[in-house]
């Protein structure tokens, strides 16, 4: 890999903004999971299939594996935003493009933290609400919604990473 340009990216209202967000929601998560895990049942739904449905069951210590893996990819993608330099690129980073790719780049990662956090919160949700006889599942539009929110980002930074060649 050819040495890119180390610079440091002054957070803009909007990135600070989403990193709060993202915090405030993995509390609400562990909260939700604090206020609801003595009630739930022994048996809580563990995998939902692509129309929503539960279809895999388990015991309900499984429930901390959602703001467990949660919390592990926001700080682990929160730690890796630090270092734009080692990202992969569509096209060449110079001295000249490397303030836009980086900020572009570092920018879609604080967006997906945040989608990310929002997902496993609502999945947290729905399958407490799914044990406590609330709910059916997660419903036939999370999947289709999850993949818009997590790739349409990615095709718009590749676009604008690809504009930004200067």
Do not use: C
């Not at 992969?88 to 879609?108: E, G, I, M, R, S």
């Amino acid at each position: 890999m050819e040495e890119r340009p180390k610079i440091k990216l002054a957070l803009t209202l909007a990135d600070k903004l989403f990193e709060i967000v993202g915090w405030l929601i993995l509390l609400f998560i562990w909260g939700l999971i604090s206020a609801n895990y003595a009630n739930l049942p022994k048996t809580i739904p563990t995998h939902y299939n692509a129309a929503g449905q539960a279809d895999g069951f388990g015991g309900k210590a499984f429930i901390l594996t959602l703001p467990l893996l949660a919390t592990i990819l926001f700080i682990g993608l929160t730690l890796l935003n630090k270092f734009p330099q080692v990202f992969n690129y569509p096209t060449a980073v110079t001295q000249d493009n490397a303030f836009k790719q980086y900020k572009n780049a570092t920018q879609l990662i604080r967006y997906l933290k945040l989608v990310i956090v929002i997902i496993f919160g609502l999945i947290t949700f729905k399958t407490i609400q799914h044990a406590n006889g609330a709910s059916k599942g997660l419903g036939v539009s999370f999947l289709p919604l999850t993949l818009g929110l997590i790739f349409i980002p990615l095709m718009v930074f590749v676009i604008k990473s690809l504009k930004t060649k200067y």
